[in-house]
């Protein structure tokens, strides 16, 4: 089973930037696919981001040209670059794994990331 730590969320002006990171551990197989999905209050949660262990990556239209995501492979650690965030990108942020040979996806517990106008 796949171990995800989150960190890097918290309050930030629009306009702003933050950093967050998501360290993958407790498995001597790699997560075929990390990647971030955020869930605002009275939400369904979504996808933001997502990269495979090649680096072809996914986002959410809403973030494209905002948001990076990039991965260490190395460390199976992935981070998400949000520049120009925005209120509407206050939600928790959620760290998700997807290991082919387990066929099960894993889940962080979520950081909030809070932009106020």
């Known amino acids: 089973q796949v171990h995800l730590v989150e960190s890097g969320g918290g309050l930030v002006q629009a306009g702003g930037s933050l950093r967050l990171s998501c360290a993958a551990s407790g498995s001597i197989f790699s997560p075929n696919v990390m990647g971030w999905y955020r869930q605002a209050p009275g939400k369904q949660r979504e996808l933001v981001a997502k990269?495979?262990?090649?680096?072809?990556?996914t986002y959410a239209d809403s973030v494209k040209g905002r948001f990076t995501i990039s991965r260490h492979n190395a460390n199976d650690t992935i981070y998400l670059q949000m520049n120009s965030l925005q209120p509407e990108d206050t939600a928790v942020y959620y760290c998700n794994a997807y290991t082919l040979i387990y066929g099960v996806a894993s889940w962080g517990q979520g950081t909030q990331v809070t932009v106020s106008s």
């Open positions: 990269i495979t262990n090649v680096g072809i990556t």
